[in-house]
């Protein structure tokens, strides 16, 4: 990440929930929103809480017009497997999500001046870029 990218690159950037794990909730979002300032996107194994989604948007809204050519950010979270559990496998599962937090999911954020759309179903993200 120390490297600037070239007029034109994109960058994907993963981040494992052991990189978020113990950040509070206002370095989680500054992390992801430096990132995305730096036109990069970001695929974060694991999702923010609520509240720090809206911080993020919050955030990102009160950049755009201050910062010459950022539009925004796009993002989008995808939780599998949840919708076709029976009533025994969602209470394992909620015990197991308290107890590790949520690294089944996947979260994408991505400036919204590269990232073109953003299609999700229960079981995958399709991620359109803008040329």
Not at 28 to 43: A, E, F, P, S, Y
Not at 50 to 78: D, H, W, Y
Not at 103 to 114: E, K, N, Q, W, Y
């Amino acid at each position: 990440m120390g490297k600037k990218s070239k007029r034109g690159d994109i960058t994907l950037s993963f981040i494992p929930y052991s990189d978020i794990e113990k950040l509070d909730s206002v370095y989680r979002v500054k992390k992801i929103l430096d990132m995305t300032l730096k036109n990069q996107i970001v695929i974060l194994q694991g999702r923010l809480e609520p509240e720090e989604e809206t911080s993020l948007i919050q955030s990102t809204m009160a950049l755009v017009g201050r910062i010459k050519n950022f539009k925004g950010i796009e993002i989008a979270v995808i939780n599998p497997g949840k919708e076709s559990q029976g009533f025994i496998s969602k209470i394992k599962f909620g015990i197991a999500r308290a107890l590790v937090g949520q690294r089944d999911a996947l979260t994408i954020v991505g400036p919204a001046s590269l990232v073109k759309e953003i299609k999700r179903d229960p079981k995958k993200i399709d991620l359109m870029l803008k040329r």
